[in-house]
């Protein structure tokens, strides 16, 4: 199963634009990636999903390079309630559910 | 997106009583649901997965006699913490995949999770 680093937290201002990396070195090729945001005594909340290059929909960008070892979320002009808990999952239909990394803390400031 | 309803949102109990969550899928059908437990400033950590009409498959270290599991319907998922002590206080949250598939990507939709305090 592949295991996702990120970073633990992150600090940006209102309007800004915020990247989030996550590491995967061992994602296999039956995998996907994808973000769930997550805030305070809260199921998470699905963002984005793509399996290589760059997926955009209308809350966030996802690039994903060639060798598919990590990918960046991308969140244009972020606001104060984008202030959350961010996590990148990775795994095929069979075990995509399993690992939940520790997530990265996003604290948008005004 | 589907929505999954889940409750109670939270419950304070005392020691040794059992307490039933309740997980439900309202406009889609659910073969399959998860039970995670999330302790404050943590990830989640999948306890079981729920199969319809089958036992659950429980996590190396979840005790399968304490969180019991019970997927009768498609659309209905409940988790009973028997016994429960303080040492059980925790967020649990629910998940379910749609099958079919209703959109491409996102496939797991989840519950808005439940505070468990035992007193």
């Known amino acids: 199963l592949a295991k996702t680093t990120q970073p633990i937290s992150m600090d940006s201002y209102e309007g800004q634009e915020v990247n989030i990396t996550c590491s995967h070195n061992?994602?296999?090729?039956?995998?996907?990636i994808t973000w769930y945001q997550q805030f305070p005594s809260q199921g998470p909340r699905f963002i984005i999903q793509?399996?290589?290059?760059?997926v955009t929909n209308e809350v966030a960008s996802l690039f994903i390079p060639a060798d598919r070892k990590s990918s960046t979320l991308s969140l244009p002009r972020v606001s104060l309630s984008d202030t959350a808990v961010y996590y990148c999952?990775?795994?095929?239909?069979?075990?995509?559910?399993?690992?939940w990394g520790a997530g990265t803390k996003l604290i948008i400031k005004p | 997106g589907a929505v999954v309803s889940q409750h109670p949102s939270r419950v304070i109990c005392k020691s040794g009583t059992s307490v039933k969550i309740e997980c439900r899928s309202l406009?889609?059908?659910?073969?399959?649901m998860f039970w995670y437990r999330q302790f404050p400033k943590q990830s989640l950590m999948l306890m079981a997965t729920?199969?319809?009409?089958?036992?659950?498959?429980?996590e190396q270290g979840v005790e399968k006699d304490k969180f019991l599991i019970n997927h009768a319907s498609l659309t209905l998922s409940t988790l009973t913490v028997t016994s429960a002590h303080p040492e059980d206080s925790s967020f649990y949250i629910c998940?379910?995949?749609?099958?079919?598939?209703?959109?491409?990507?996102?496939?797991?939709?989840f519950g808005s999770g439940t505070q468990l305090s035992v007193l």
């Open positions: 999952l990775v795994g095929s239909d069979s075990n995509y559910q399993l690992i």
């Open positions: 729920s199969n319809e009409g089958s036992k659950a498959t429980y």
């Open positions: 406009d889609f059908q659910a073969t399959t």
């Open positions: 793509g399996y290589k290059t760059k």
């Open positions: 998940s379910a995949r749609a099958i079919p598939r209703l959109e491409d990507d996102e496939k797991l939709f």
């Open positions: 061992n994602i296999a090729t039956n995998d996907y």
